[in-house]
């Protein structure tokens, strides 16, 4: 699937399905609801490459994501206000506190 929800605010599966939206996000306050189905971005089929690809193009830009989706028997075109390009999370150890992630992984490698 496709999960962009730290940069769009969306999860997807391979087909399109729209499984999350972010309360809050791009997608959210562009109009995306969960248990839609994207179809195109940017006037090119829906694939992981093609949702990736846009939110880069719009790194740093003006112009919104086209989505056009479909909702039971609904089609829509939305316009995503999406330019960070694509983010992720990024842990990082408060000090002071326990090293719970070195705790996981050395109990994981024996």
Same mark, same amino acid.
């Given at each position: 699937?496709?999960?962009?929800?730290?940069?769009?605010?969306?999860a997807?599966?391979?087909?399109?399905?729209?499984i999350?939206?972010?309360?809050?996000?791009?997608?959210?306050?562009?109009?995306m609801?969960?248990?839609?189905k994207? =179809?195109?971005?940017?006037?090119?089929?829906f694939?992981?490459e093609?949702v990736?690809a846009? @939110?880069?193009?719009?790194?740093?830009?003006?112009?919104?994501i086209?989505? @056009?989706?479909?909702?039971?028997? @609904?089609?829509?075109? =939305?316009?995503?206000?999406?330019?960070?390009?694509?983010?992720?999370?990024? =842990?990082?150890?408060?000090?002071?506190?326990?090293? =719970?992630?070195?705790?996981?992984?050395?109990?994981?490698?024996?």
């Amino acid at each position: 699937g496709v999960d962009v929800r730290y940069s769009m605010g969306l999860a997807l599966n391979e087909q399109g399905d729209v499984i999350d939206v972010v309360p809050g996000s791009p997608a959210d306050r562009g109009g995306m609801v969960a248990g839609a189905k994207l =179809l195109a971005v940017g006037g090119r089929q829906f694939s992981s490459e093609v949702v990736r690809a846009a @939110i880069r193009d719009a790194k740093g830009g003006t112009s919104p994501i086209e989505l @056009i989706t479909k909702d039971g028997d @609904i089609y829509k075109t =939305l316009r995503v206000e999406c330019h960070t390009g694509e983010r992720y999370p990024d =842990l990082e150890r408060v000090a002071g506190q326990a090293d =719970l992630m070195g705790e996981i992984t050395r109990a994981k490698a024996k």
